[in-house]
């Protein structure tokens, strides 16, 4: 078959681990009979510094015209300490979930056991978490109007909004996913404090005796972040709002001791965009250092969810195990030899 993806790499060390996912990807094309045709297109800090957006119509096209999205990661720290920015990369990536309608983001959480002496966490504790956290991504305070200042600058103020049918959307997919595996789904809220909170639990209660084999809990958001730290084992589906789900998704992957391996997937309307969760690491950039495990894992993600390719994905799966069990990897995951990034993407793609 014939794949259009598009690459959307970036800022930071964003185009050097794409690029080795793309390796990956080429080598899977090859032992599986598939063309995947790449285009490469602009986002973030790259993007303002060439055309002022850092979300160009051009990249909108060409994602809509693709049948998944491959993206690096966005940030450059010249924007960080300036409040007074008019463009910042982070808008790119809030446009382009919108305009692509990217309304749940996915990012499972796993243990990898060659790593979990990197946890913050007792062994205990860690070993064995399995869960997924169900982000919703176009709704509540990150999009809500009106949001702003007064006249004289002095008072702030956004607006956290839900409707009913965007908690639907987002829930009903808990649901599915939790249906696929443990078939627990635990819901999270301020729900003693917000009306939006409240609007999420009615419509879970509403919808879950469509879903009677699926065990549904609901959480305070405070409880829950404490009770990620506690027991992480416990948790299966966690769904939740954009803000949130913004924060215990940080929370949960830093847990396990492999944030430089944990992949994500933004779905919704129109084509999925599959990312790794670290940021652009900007103090890495160009020095051939990164870990391209998390991207290399997005692109699995990719060929699964994206392209419903799942032995493909599975192969991908199993040779970044290889990599790890056999200590091909990067100086971050290592007290002992250690691979360039580039290293590392040319021994996956000829391993497969
Ligand atoms: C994330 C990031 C973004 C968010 C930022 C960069 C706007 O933290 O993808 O989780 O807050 O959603
Ligand atoms: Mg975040």
Same mark, same amino acid.
């Given at each position: %078959?014939?794949?259009?993806?598009?690459?959307?790499?970036?800022?930071?060390?964003?185009?050097?681990?794409?690029?080795?996912?793309?390796?990956?990807?080429?080598?899977?094309?090859?032992?599986?009979?598939?063309?995947?045709?790449?285009?490469?297109? #602009?986002?973030?800090?790259? #993007?303002?510094?060439?055309?002022?957006?850092?979300?160009?119509?051009?990249?909108? +096209? $060409?994602? %809509?015209?693709?049948?998944?999205?491959?993206?690096?990661?966005?940030?450059?720290?010249?924007?960080?300490?300036?409040?007074? #920015? @008019?463009?910042?990369?982070?808008?790119?990536?809030?446009?382009?979930?919108?305009?692509?309608?990217?309304?749940?983001?996915?990012?499972?959480?796993?243990?990898?056991?060659?790593?979990?002496?990197?946890?913050?966490?007792?062994?205990? !504790?860690?070993?064995?978490?399995?869960?997924?956290?169900?982000?919703?991504?176009?709704?509540?305070?990150?999009?809500?109007?009106?949001?702003? @200042?007064?006249?004289?600058?002095?008072?702030? *103020?956004?607006?956290?909004?839900?409707?009913?049918?965007?908690?639907?959307?987002?829930?009903?997919?808990?649901?599915?996913?939790?249906?696929? @595996?443990?078939? +627990?789904?635990?819901?999270?809220?301020? #729900?003693?404090?917000?009306?939006?909170? @409240?609007?999420?639990?009615?419509?879970?209660?509403? %919808?879950?005796?469509?879903?009677?084999?699926?065990?549904?809990?609901?959480?305070?958001?405070?409880?829950?972040?404490?009770?990620?730290?506690?027991?992480?084992?416990?948790?299966?589906? %966690?769904?939740?709002?954009?803000?949130?789900?913004?924060?215990?998704?940080?929370?949960?992957?830093?847990?396990?001791?492999?944030?430089? !391996?944990?992949?994500?997937?933004? $779905?919704?309307?129109?084509?999925?965009?599959?990312?790794?969760?670290?940021?652009? *690491?900007?103090?890495?950039?160009?020095?051939?250092?990164?870990?391209? !495990?998390?991207?290399?894992?997005?692109?699995?993600?990719?060929?699964?969810?994206?392209?419903?390719?799942?032995?493909?994905?599975?192969?991908?799966?199993?040779?970044?195990?290889?990599?790890?069990?056999?200590? $091909?990897?990067?100086?971050?995951?290592?007290?002992?030899?250690? *691979?360039?990034?580039?290293?590392?993407?040319?021994?996956?793609?000829?391993?497969?």
């Amino acid at each position: %078959m014939e794949y259009k993806i598009a690459l959307l790499p970036g800022d930071g060390i964003g185009p050097e681990i794409v690029d080795q996912a793309v390796k990956v990807l080429r080598a899977i094309g090859k032992k599986f009979n598939h063309t995947f045709e790449f285009t490469e297109a #602009a986002t973030g800090a790259a #993007a303002i510094d060439r055309t002022g957006d850092p979300f160009p119509p051009e990249t909108l +096209k $060409v994602c %809509m015209e693709s049948d998944a999205v491959l993206f690096g990661a966005i940030g450059d720290p010249k924007y960080d300490n300036d409040p007074k #920015a @008019r463009v910042r990369p982070e808008q790119g990536l809030l446009a382009m979930r919108k305009q692509l309608g990217l309304y749940a983001n996915i990012r499972p959480v796993n243990t990898f056991e060659s790593l979990i002496h990197k946890s913050p966490l007792r062994r205990d !504790l860690v070993q064995g978490a399995d869960f997924v956290v169900v982000r919703e991504l176009t709704g509540g305070i990150y999009f809500g109007e009106p949001r702003g @200042r007064s006249e004289d600058q002095n008072t702030a *103020y956004d607006t956290s909004i839900y409707t009913r049918k965007e908690v639907e959307r987002i829930v009903k997919l808990g649901f599915e996913y939790a249906g696929k @595996r443990r078939k +627990k789904l635990t819901v999270v809220d301020k #729900a003693n404090v917000l009306a939006t909170s @409240r609007l999420w639990r009615e419509t879970v209660q509403e %919808m879950s005796p469509g879903f009677p084999d699926i065990e549904v809990d609901f959480m305070f958001v405070d409880n829950a972040a404490m009770q990620i730290i506690q027991w992480p084992g416990k948790f299966d589906v %966690m769904v939740t709002e954009n803000m949130f789900g913004d924060i215990l998704s940080d929370e949960a992957s830093v847990i396990t001791g492999s944030l430089g !391996l944990l992949p994500s997937a933004s $779905v919704g309307l129109h084509t999925s965009v599959f990312e790794p969760i670290h940021g652009s *690491y900007p103090q890495a950039a160009g020095r051939d250092i990164a870990n391209p !495990l998390a991207t290399v894992l997005s692109a699995a993600m990719l060929l699964e969810i994206g392209l419903n390719l799942v032995p493909e994905a599975e192969a991908v799966r199993e040779v970044v195990n290889l990599s790890l069990s056999e200590g $091909v990897v990067t100086e971050d995951i290592t007290e002992g030899k250690s *691979y360039k990034t580039s290293e590392v993407g040319d021994w996956l793609a000829a391993r497969l």
